[in-house]
């Protein structure tokens, strides 16, 4: 069965890009794929230092979340722009998950996994230009990002009081990149 994690880089309570992942998460669990939903806001991690990870290790949130990305086949990453870059909270994870423990094979929790991307802003490109350097990242640590993704301006129109997409052709892009992701994964296996 493809195992996907699905997370936003945000740690605000009512996160549009939270919404997003969710959204995307439902459609996997839709196309049968097993899903797990996190929030980084409960893996509290100290900004990435080289001394502190040599005076303490790696913190135990940092562990935990690295643990999920080796354990899962592909990722739904919805991601908020901060000035035309993608988070300083999804940065400093990514950074912490990319550390060796042991003798393990660099770059354990990302090589061969397969990403979709998305966004979405109260801007009208929804925070599209964050993806670029995002998707450059993951690309430089070993991540096939899928080249479809979705950006959703005007995020405060664009979900509903339960936090789903009320734009039908928004919801039928997204559904289309999740059901890419799962094709590409089970090819892959």
């Given at each position: 069965?493809?195992?996907?994690?699905?997370?936003?880089?945000?740690?605000?309570?009512?996160?549009?890009?939270?919404?997003?992942?969710n959204a995307?998460?439902?459609?996997?669990?839709?196309?049968?794929?097993l899903v797990t939903r996190i929030d980084l806001a409960d893996y509290p991690m100290p900004i990435f230092c080289q001394d502190l990870e040599?005076?303490?290790g790696m913190p135990e949130a940092a562990q935990a979340f690295k643990q999920l990305l080796i354990e899962h086949d592909g990722f739904l990453i919805a991601s908020p722009e901060y000035?035309?870059?993608?988070?300083?909270?999804?940065?400093?994870?990514?950074d912490w998950a990319t550390r060796r423990q042991g003798d393990e094979?660099?770059?354990?929790a990302?090589?061969?996994?397969?990403?979709?991307?998305?966004?979405?802003?109260?801007?009208?490109?929804?925070?599209?230009?964050?993806?670029?350097?995002?998707r450059m990242l993951l690309g430089n640590i070993g991540v096939l990002v899928l080249p479809d993704q979705l950006a959703v301006g005007?995020?405060?129109?664009?979900?509903?009081?339960?936090?789903?997409?009320?734009?039908?052709?928004?919801?039928?892009?997204?559904?289309?990149?999740?059901?890419?992701?799962?094709?590409?994964?089970?090819?892959?296996?």
């Amino acid at each position: 069965m493809i195992k996907i994690l699905s997370f936003a880089g945000s740690a605000r309570k009512h996160s549009y890009n939270k919404y997003l992942a969710n959204a995307a998460a439902d459609h996997a669990e839709a196309s049968g794929a097993l899903v797990t939903r996190i929030d980084l806001a409960d893996y509290p991690m100290p900004i990435f230092c080289q001394d502190l990870e040599a005076e303490q290790g790696m913190p135990e949130a940092a562990q935990a979340f690295k643990q999920l990305l080796i354990e899962h086949d592909g990722f739904l990453i919805a991601s908020p722009e901060y000035n035309s870059a993608y988070s300083p909270l999804l940065k400093n994870a990514i950074d912490w998950a990319t550390r060796r423990q042991g003798d393990e094979p660099p770059l354990l929790a990302f090589r061969g996994k397969v990403a979709a991307l998305m966004s979405t802003s109260p801007g009208a490109l929804g925070g599209l230009r964050g993806l670029v350097s995002l998707r450059m990242l993951l690309g430089n640590i070993g991540v096939l990002v899928l080249p479809d993704q979705l950006a959703v301006g005007q995020a405060e129109q664009a979900f509903d009081a339960e936090g789903l997409l009320t734009n039908e052709a928004n919801n039928k892009a997204l559904k289309d990149i999740v059901s890419s992701l799962i094709t590409t994964l089970e090819r892959l296996q």
